[in-house]
C-alpha cells in the first residue's frame, strides 16, 4: 500500500488485527467491476473505478461498521468482445472465483458479507455466488447491484441511460476529470426502444421488463448508448455523493438483520 493504513480497508490489516475485528463483526464488502469499452470518450476501467470508489466513500461514512476487499476488476463480458480491450471471464469461472473470496472471508468467521457490482452484466452471476455462499457457510452474504439512493431520473436529463452515458461520464468526470476525454464523447442510442424491450434505463418507463443482452455490437457503434456529451461533474459529485450516503446506510440496515437459527423440518 502506499499512505496510511486505513482502517476500512480489510487488506490493510495485519492477520492478529482481522482476527479481533471478527468479533466485531463489521460489514464485510467485495466490490466487483470489470474491464470493458466504454465509447471514444472513458477509459476501460469505468465499472471498476467506480464502484470501488463508491463502496470506499461509504465506509469513511462508517469506517468502523464495514471491511473493504480488494477489489475484482474483471467481469464477465463475452458480448463485449468486439471491442478491443476488454477482457472477459467465464461465467463459471467468476461464479467459482467469488464463492471462494466469500467463504474464504467466512471461515474467518464473518457473518456479514456484501458483494456491489458495477457491471451489469456480472449481476446473475454475482446474486447467485451470494446465495451459494449463504447456503455453503453460516454467513449472510447480500447482492446489490449498482448504487442506491441516487435518481437517474432527477439528476440526468438524458431519455435514455445505458452505457458510456450521461451519468457514468458525470461520476468520472467527479472523480477524475483529467482521465475522460470529453471532445471524443458522441451521443449514441442504437438500440431500439420498443413496447417491451430496450437497454438500460428509459425515462417514463425504468428498466425493460424482457431482459436480453445482444452481442454490443449489434447495438452499439462506439460502445455508448446515451448521450455522454451532456454529462458535467457537478452532476456526477450529486450522484456519488447521493448513492454513497445510501450504500452506507444499506449496509448500516443489513448488518442489523438478524441470522435466524436453521431448523431442518423433516
Known amino acids: 500500500m502506499r499512505g496510511a493504513r486505513l482502517p476500512y480497508r480489510y487488506d490493510h490489516h495485519t492477520w492478529p488485527e482481522l482476527r479481533d475485528l ?20 472513458l477509459p476501460l476501467d469505468v465499472d471498476t473505478f467506480v464502484v470501488s470508489c463508491l463502496c470506499e466513500a461509504a465506509a ?29 471471464i467465464r461465467d463459471n469461472h467468476l461464479l467459482d472465483f467469488v464463492v471462494d473470496i466469500t467463504t474464504s472471508v467466512a471461515h474467518h468467521g464473518f457473518r456479514k458479507i456484501l458483494i456491489v457490482n458495477g457491471h451489469g452484466s456480472n449481476a446473475p452471476i454475482l446474486e447467485l455466488a451470494a446465495r451459494r455462499t449463504v447456503v455453503e457457510t453460516e454467513a449472510h452474504c447480500g447482492f446489490l447491484n449498482g448504487g442506491v439512493g441516487a435518481s437517474v431520473e432527477e439528476i440526468g436529463e438524458s431519455d435514455v441511460m445505458s452505457h458510456a452515458d450521461e451519468i457514468e461520464t458525470s461520476v468520472y468526470l467527479h472523480l477524475n476529470e483529467s482521465a475522460v476525454q470529453l471532445e471524443k464523447a458522441v451521443p ?37 448508448i446515451g448521450d455522454p456529451t451532456v454529462a458535467t461533474a457537478e452532476k456526477g459529485e450529486r450522484f456519488f455523493r447521493e448513492a454513497a450516503t445510501g450504500l452506507a446506510e444499506l449496509i448500516q440496515e443489513y448488518r442489523a438483520i438478524p441470522i435466524e437459527q436453521r431448523v431442518d423440518r423433516h
Open 22 to 41: 471478527v468479533e466485531k463483526q463489521p460489514v464485510v464488502v467485495l466490490p466487483v467491476g470489470s474491464t470493458e469499452d466504454h465509447g471514444h470518450h
Open 188 to 224: 449514441e442510442v442504437k438500440a431500439p426502444v420498443t413496447k417491451f424491450y430496450w437497454r438500460g434505463w428509459v425515462r417514463g418507463k425504468g428498466s425493460a421488463p424482457l431482459k436480453m443482452m445482444d452481442h454490443w455490437s449489434r447495438i452499439s457503434e462506439t460502445g455508448v
Open 60 to 88: 469513511k461514512l462508517i469506517p468502523d461498521e464495514v471491511l473493504i476487499l480488494p477489489k475484482l476488476p474483471y467481469g464477465f463480458e463475452d458480448h463485449h468482445m468486439d471491442f478491443p480491450g476488454t477482457i472477459t
